[in-house]
C-alpha cells in the first residue's frame, strides 16, 4: 500500500517563508508527475504546482514567483519552498502523485493527508 505523507506545514507571519515537504512510501513501479493542490476555508481546491520525474515545472499565477517546486526521486519526495507568504496562502496543502503499483498498471493519483499553513498578517 502506498502511503504519501506531508510534513513541514505550521504558522508563519506574512511576508515570512515555509517548507513543506512530502514523501512517498510503500510499494511502487514509478512516479510520474507531483504536485500540490491547496483548499482554503470554504474555497474549492485548487492547484498550485507541479513538477514531472524530469524535472518541468508549472504554478498557478497567484504563487508564481514566489513559490518553488522540487522533487529527489531517489527518495520519491517532493517539496514546495514557499517564499514572501501572503494571509491569502492560508490553506491545507495537499501533496499527489501519479504513479503506478505495476510495471504494466495505470498512473493513478494518489493523495496525502494534508499540512495546515496559516499566514498571519
Known amino acids: 500500500q502506498v502511503r504519501l505523507v506531508e510534513s513541514g506545514g505550521g504558522l508563519v507571519q506574512s511576508g515570512g517563508s515555509l517548507r513543506i515537504s512530502c514523501a512517498a512510501s510503500g510499494s511502487m513501479f514509478g512516479i510520474s508527475t507531483m504536485g500540490w493542490y491547496r483548499q482554503a476555508p470554504g474555497k474549492p481546491r485548487e492547484l498550485v504546482a507541479t513538477i514531472t520525474s524530469g524535472g518541468n515545472t508549472d504554478y498557478a499565477d497567484s504563487v508564481k514567483g514566489r513559490f518553488t517546486i522540487s522533487r529527489d526521486n531517489a527518495k520519491n519526495t517532493v517539496f514546495l519552498q514557499m517564499n514572501s507568504l501572503e494571509p491569502e496562502d492560508t490553506a491545507v496543502y495537499y501533496c499527489?502523485?501519479?504513479?503506478?503499483?505495476?510495471?504494466?498498471?495505470?498512473?493513478?493519483?494518489?493523495w496525502g493527508q494534508g499540512t495546515q499553513v496559516t499566514v498571519s498578517s
Open positions: 499527489y502523485a501519479a504513479l503506478r503499483v505495476t510495471g504494466t498498471g495505470p498512473y493513478t493519483n494518489q
